[in-house]
Structure formats: C-alpha cells, structure tokens
C-alpha cells in the first residue's frame, strides 16, 4: 500500500518541488496519494466472509520472551497490516500513536521505540481510516507488538 503512495509523492517532489513544501502540505498530498492508490475504488465484495484479512491470512507471533508462536486473530474490519518499527513515519507521521500508559498496560504493550526489538503491527480498516490515521486524527487499530512475525496466506475464493 504505501509503495505507491510514497512513489507518487517522490515523482510529484521531482516534478514540482514546489508543491512538496513543508509538512502540512507533504501531509496533504499522502492523504490525496492515499486515497487514490485504490482502497476507495475497489468493488465491495458481495460475500460478507471476504470483506476483510481474518479469512484470508492467518497471523503468528513471537514475542520478545518466548520462544513459542501466538495466533493472533485480526480483527474482521481490518483489510490491510503494517508492520513498523519506526517511532516517526511518512513526513513525520506517528500511525502508531502515542499511547496513554492505562492503555499500554491493558493491552501488555510497552512504549514503542525504534531500537527495542519490536515490531508495532497494526490494521487499517479502509482508505478513509487510513487517511485519518495518518493525519493524527484517530488512531489505528493496533494488534500486537512483536519480536517476530509470519503472515500465512490461505485459500481463497476472490477473483
């Protein structure tokens, strides 16, 4: 997903650096990149079971002082998974948020940092939440902080 937007944002700076600058406008022009890299224009999928990843992928962890791997559902709103270890992100972007330490705890999640080891992995729903999300206004939804991860494709019945 964020291939194209970040490529489309690099042609754009070559070809009109004036556009491109300062972090409120390179904010601007991911959200319009976002919105046009195709999650606003995909067909809505008739069969409800397809909609989102959690009957497509199948997502295993390892954390940091274990040794043994954890299935973690995703949840069935979300259709795409970020995996950063980045603390800023995409002009300066925090998609992982600055979480309150009730929530941290409640979750079994710590501060995020970009030398601890872990990976944040968190799911967009769609391209509107993506975009809200990555301009601070809500936050995504987070699944699991990790030390290692795999991602396992199951069959499918989309076209």
């Excluded at 009109?16 to 319009?32: D, E, M, Q, V």
């Excluded at 997502?59 to 274990?66: A, E, F, G, H």
């Excluded at 995703?74 to 309150?100: C, D, E, M, Q, T």
């Excluded at 995504?140 to 030390?147: M, S, T």
């Amino acid at each position: 997903m964020d291939a194209q937007v970040a490529y489309g944002f690099h042609q754009l700076r070559d070809e009109k650096p004036f556009l491109a600058s300062g972090p409120l406008s390179n904010k601007l022009i991911y959200a319009g990149y976002t919105c046009k890299q195709g999650w606003f224009f995909t067909q809505c999928i008739s069969d409800p079971e397809l909609r989102g990843l959690t009957n497509i992928i199948r997502l295993s962890i390892k954390k940091m002082d274990s040794s043994e791997w954890e299935h973690i559902p995703v949840p069935s709103s979300v259709r795409a998974i970020v995996a950063l270890n980045l603390h800023n992100y995409a002009s300066g972007r925090n998609p992982w948020g600055n979480l309150k330490p009730e929530y941290l705890e409640k979750k079994g999640f710590v501060e995020a940092q970009s030398d601890d080891g872990l990976l944040e992995i968190f799911g967009l729903k769609q391209g509107w939440h993506a975009s809200l999300v990555m301009v601070e206004l809500i936050s995504a939804k987070h699944i699991a902080q990790v030390f290692v991860y795999t991602i396992i494709r199951l069959g499918s019945r989309m076209k």
